[in-house]
């Protein structure tokens, strides 16, 4: 029986029904007296968390996880994470993960990640070296490797620029099939970290397949050698300062299941740049990225692209468990083509299809210590990290330019 099927018997469809009744029940759990909430589940040998957030998208323009022009419900996010350390020495953790967010992820349950953690203490426990084996955590940027649950992220949604959920992108880049080598070191205020992936993403599922080939409705399977993947890391002062550099190399096989539609490869090299500033009121942070891809085989010519990434963003803690939001977020899906004026002449497709520009604000309220509420308002201009599974006008030339974004997320977690 496959995990759709199982979860449509569970009773988890998309309904506008059900999605208010996990509403009402996440504000039901938030609701109750703090004492009956502020769970421990575990021991320092094995623990056991969940968590529980619905989401409420509105669009003054075009769709964001549902139909948003008329509000949304369909963004829910339910997860259980289990952890046992076998030995001193080794860690095996797992989270199973239930989540919708409109047509950009309709795969319901799925096991997020299982990983084995193996890690030996050297230089007198200044040094670590480790390895980590199983469905892993892929180590990208500052968020993808936390970017679980909204208490492990600073917005309801992240840089989409970056990070592609409204793509549906989010579970062929959170996870990957195989292992990781990792080490740190750490000297007075100084700590340093690398990691090290070779592994499978999962890229036959949502829209990854779509995204790699450019193909709408892709009809085939996107495989071939294992993804390498590393990110290195600079720390000062227990994290105050954070420097990173990520980079992403794909080397894959397209293989078509239409006759009208040939077999082909696809490259793709993503390097990312990462920093971060913490202070006890305020956070700054900033990430810089491109996407080099050349396909060949499926298109009539090699087709070489490269687009560009890119935000600052600011956090604000103004009063205890408040934080306030700011961000400018910029995607161009071709670089030297920021305005999308040539590939739009190219492809007959609207300028707005190229480009996305994104002002965010927004602010969030730990109400009680399981418990909180996240709101952001955006303004939009672009359409181009919009799913067109949510939106298939867009493939006739329609949607609009400038538009606004609401978002809300209740999230209860023990």
Known sequence: M???????????????????????VTATLCTAPESSVALK??????????????????????QVFGDSRNGSVDFTEIGMTGSVR??????????????????????????DFAQADYSISLLDAAATLGVRAGRVKVPLGLYNDTRD???????????????????????????????IVYGRYKYGNHRFSAEFLAAHPQYNTGGATEFLTGIQDAPGSVGGRPALIGRAVYEWMGGRGRLMFSAVDLDLDFKSTSPLI???????????FSAQYNAERFSVT???????????????????????????????????RWTAVLRYDVFHANRNDANGRDSAALTGLPRHRFY??????????????????????HRINGTAWLSTRDNPDLLQGGGEPNWDLFALMLSYRF
């Open 356 to 377: 996305t520009e994104d002002l965010m604000l927004g602010a969030r309220w730990e109400f009680l210590r399981n418990c909180l509420i996240a709101a952001e308002y």
């Open 149 to 179: 649950v909204i208490w492990t992220r600073p917005s309801v949604l992240l840089p989409q620029s970056i990070y592609f959920d409204t793509l549906g992108l989010r579970q062929a880049m959170i996870s990957a099939d195989g292992g």
């Open 262 to 272: 040939p077999s082909g490869k696809i490259k793709a090299f993503y390097p990312l």
């Open 86 to 111: 076998l030995l001193p020495s080794l860690l095996i953790s797992a989270q199973g993960l239930y989540r919708r967010a409109g047509e950009s992820d309709r795969q319901g349950l799925r096991l």
């Open 41 to 62: 589940i575990g021991s320092d040998d094995w623990q056991l968390h969940g968590f529980l957030s619905q989401g409420f998208t509105y669009t003054s323009d075009n």
């Open 286 to 320: 900033a990430e810089y990225g491109w996407i080099d891809s050349r396909r060949s085989g499926f298109v009539p010519r090699p087709l070489k692209n490269t687009s560009e990434s890119f935000y600052v963003q600011g956090e604000y803690r103004f009063a205890a």
């Open 2 to 24: 496959s995990l759709n099927k199982r979860t449509a018997d569970l009773g988890v469809e998309r309904s506008p029904l059900r999605k208010l009744i996990w509403l009402l």
